[in-house]
């Protein structure tokens, strides 16, 4: 096992990292700009390197200051949480060139996930369900033409090179084709240097269903079942919960385990996310994302198993301490993000936190990184706390987050904890019936 392991991240997620390792009697080591100085993360840290000003490009993404702070100190391996150098394959290729083990699966699968026709290609042919659309990249209208001619309206233009949402153009009819590919093409090649697109059935209201996979790198894999990520607010989640208030038991081992064949196939390594679109009852596959996600603690709510300590170990050569047997979910877990932003615009609201109290009691978890007098930086992104709740059931849970968001305090900069309130007093998601589009809809009626 590691000695010691450095932690290429900030936030919340930062001492996530570091209280896996402590358990597992590993040394930590703390990176951070000049803007984080004061943070938890590095005076919980065994020690910490400043690397850099507080522009992310100049600190968190600066791959020489990285592996100069492991170097010093005599890391054996980073763990890249979420963002920043998560999903970069070169990243990790200079790390391994260094000697040293990135927490998280080769370059080549996060290079193949990366790229969003890859991607689709080889869950296609390893019997993932996907969205009917075009075979590959589309470079002509009038191959795009083609491919509606096939598929039929309304259709989406994805970039191969997006993800997230970002990079998408919706065609309704054909009168709308040549503008959304057009678009489409250009607008990718200003924002990823890479023009090429691909088509897919545009699919009116889905919710946004994704299955977690673990391997450990060597042909074997595990699914730990879903997580209902529909509630988000441009491209970005809001609420999440597990297990999904539409997938049953035998619906969830079917398609977990299709999703751990599969990467287990490819012999993938550590943690990842196989994003689906769910709706009238089929999943379609849009996008495996190969990191920690922020959500991941809702997971380990209903399976009991701790994901980071899960991914250092495998990082570290051993195999899975569980099998798919040993996998059973108990209960309902629900997750929301507090940002530092000013509702209604949800504008960032940087600033110093004059008061914190965390809620506590039986099943409720509290991830972040503020204290009393924490001056958020406006440097970075709005995420300052996760609360995540826990009980036998959803209505359980939905009474559970209601009272540990009443014990919430974060006083001295405006949050998204009004929205919590508001949102679970709504008869929709009380029942669980909202999809992609429902959170998008409600805020623009109550503003
Ligand atoms: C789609 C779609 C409808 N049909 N693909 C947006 C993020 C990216 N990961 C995929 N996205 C979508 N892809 C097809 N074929 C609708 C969306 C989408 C969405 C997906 C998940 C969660 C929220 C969303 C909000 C708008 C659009």
């Not at 910490?48 to 054996?76: F, K, M, R």
Request: aromatic residues 8%; hydrophobic residues 40%; proline residues 6%.
């Amino acid at each position: 096992m590691f000695k010691k392991i450095l932690i290429a991240n900030r936030g919340e997620i930062a001492l996530r990292i570091h209280r896996a390792c402590k358990e597992m009697g590993i040394a930590t080591v703390a990176v951070h700009s000049t803007a984080d100085a004061h943070a938890m993360h590095v005076r919980m840290a065994d020690e910490s390197v400043c690397i850099g000003p507080p522009p992310a490009t100049q600190s968190y993404l600066s791959v020489p200051n990285i592996i100069s702070a492991c170097e010093i100190t005599g890391a054996e391996a980073i763990h890249p949480g979420y963002g920043f150098l998560s999903e970069n394959a070169a990243f990790v290729q200079i790390v391994e060139d260094h000697g040293l083990t990135f927490i998280g699966p080769t370059s080549e699968h996060i290079r193949l996930m990366g790229d969003k026709i890859t991607a689709k290609e080889t869950m296609r042919d390893l019997g993932v369900p996907c969205v009917p659309g075009s075979d590959g990249g589309v470079p002509t209208l009038a191959a795009a033409q083609r491919v509606a001619g096939e598929v039929g309206f309304p259709l989406i233009v994805k970039a191969t090179a997006g993800g997230g949402g970002r990079g998408m153009k919706l065609a309704r009819g054909p009168e709308d084709l040549a503008q959304a590919f057009q678009t489409a093409r250009s607008e990718a090649k200003a924002a990823f240097g890479n023009d090429e697109v691909y088509l897919e059935r545009y699919l009116g209201r889905p919710r946004h269903i994704e299955i977690q996979v673990f391997g450990d790198g060597k042909g074997h894999a595990v699914h730990l079942g879903e997580r209902d990520c529909s509630l988000q607010r441009r491209h970005q989640k809001v609420f999440e919960e597990a297990p999904s208030p539409v997938i049953d038991a035998a619906t969830r081992a079917r398609i977990g385990k299709i999703c751990a064949e599969a990467v287990a196939r490819i012999n993938y390594a550590g943690a990842g996310t196989i994003e689906f679109l769910y709706e009238d009852g089929e999943f379609f596959f849009i996008e495996m994302n190969t990191r920690l996600q922020v959500e991941h603690p809702v997971t380990e709510a209903i399976y009991d198993v701790d994901i980071v300590q899960e991914q250092i170990r495998v990082a570290a050569g051993l195999p899975m301490s569980f099998t798919q047997d040993d996998l059973v979910p108990a209960g309902h877990a629900i997750e929301c993000r507090i940002n530092a932003e000013r509702l209604p615009q949800f504008t960032p609201s940087p600033g110093r936190i004059r008061t914190y109290y965390a809620p506590g009691g039986l099943g409720v978890r509290m991830d972040s990184a503020i204290y009393d007098g924490y001056v958020i930086p406006p440097y970075y992104d709005s995420l300052i706390g996760k609360l995540i709740v826990h009980a036998r059931t959803r209505d359980l849970a939905l009474a559970r987050l209601r009272r540990a968001l009443s014990e919430l305090i974060i006083d001295g900069v405006d949050n998204t904890m009004p929205l919590f309130h508001a949102l679970l007093d709504e008869p929709d998601l009380q029942s669980g019936r909202y999809d992609i589009h429902w959170l998008e809809k409600w805020l623009a009626r109550e503003s």
